[in-house]
């Protein structure tokens, strides 16, 4: 899959079924991404197994994990996108009508969307087994804490160094 371009994305799961099975009537004009923290904490125990929700909840208890988290996981665990194709970036922005048309003839379920990696969800997410999801924060945060480690143990130890070279050494 190229940096930028198309992708058609195919739900093994609906999110509307999701919203309309937890709300009810109610959630005629609401979407998946609309819905509170403890309707998506209720879809995903529905929808994973005992297990896996008990696992979920001994990593990170759902009480203290923000919406956008467990928003996360319900996309991740439950609905499940698969992207079932992708088109170059060239290929996207001259040949869009084609591509539209092949989305629909071969992956009617399926929604096309304009893809990039560089946006502000490459930087902020963790690393992920899937590509799509998968992110750097992780290896940033990790080259800061060795940056900083190194800071505070080779600083003074280089000074302390200097200071007893200059002053000690030379007599």
Known sequence: ???FGFVA?????DPETLVLAVEGEKALDQSL?????????????????????????SEQPFAERSREDVYALVLERVVEPE??????????????????????????????????????????????SKPELAGVRTAILGSLWTILITIVIAFPLGVGSAIYLEEVCQR
Request: proline share 5%.
């Open 1 to 3: 899959m190229g940096a």
């Open 9 to 13: 994305v195919q739900n093994k799961v």
């Open 33 to 57: 991404q609309d819905l509170p923290k403890e309707s998506l904490v209720d879809i995903l125990q529905a929808n994973v197994s005992k297990g896996v929700f008990r696992r979920l909840e």
């Open 83 to 128: 992207i079932v194709g992708s088109w170059s970036l060239v290929e996207s922005l001259f040949n869009r009508a084609g591509i539209e048309a092949a989305v629909a003839k071969e992956y009617p379920q399926a929604k096309l969307e304009f893809r990039t990696w560089l946006n502000p969800g490459f930087i902020g997410s963790p690393q992920s």
